[in-house]
């Protein structure tokens, strides 16, 4: 894990929430969504076929346990995944509570309207409740 950095751009997008097993969980800071993000502490990964078997299988059940967390933290229809790094190279895997109706519904959040910050107080309680989650 020495060799673990973060991409700039996923630094600035989003905010630390906490260290699992093998990612780090972050929450994107648009209040539109509950959209989290998982990135493996692994130095130097592009694809899911650079992790490990092993490691795969934990990005996995961690997406799984990230999608329940969201679910018990708010109000969604439907929980969707994804890896592209079409932008961001770095592997990391999107995890985002969508709600019927939503800013960007029934069509992918990427790229969708202006980003809507977190206001201070509702990122601090939102990061908590992640925590507690996921936990």
């Avoid at 076929?49 to 229809?77: C, K, Q, W």
């Avoid at 790094?85 to 999107?94: A, D, F, S």
Wanted: glycine share 8%.
């Amino acid at each position: 894990m020495s060799g673990f950095a973060l991409d700039p751009r996923l630094e600035a997008d989003s905010v630390f929430v906490a260290d699992l097993g093998l990612s780090q969980l972050r929450l994107q800071n648009d209040a539109r969504y509950v959209w989290c993000v998982l990135v493996p502490r692994r130095e130097k990964l592009m694809e899911l076929d650079d992790l490990s078997a092993e490691d795969r299988a934990a990005l996995i059940e961690e997406a799984v346990a990230v999608g329940a967390a969201i679910r018990a933290i708010a109000p969604v229809d439907k929980i969707n995944t994804g890896a592209l790094g079409n932008i961001v190279r770095q592997l990391h895997v999107h995890v985002i509570g969508r709600r019927e109706g939503d800013a960007a519904w029934p069509g992918p959040v990427w790229g969708h309207g202006a980003v809507e910050p977190y206001e201070a107080a509702v990122l601090e309680a939102r990061i908590t409740a992640l925590r507690k989650a996921a936990a």
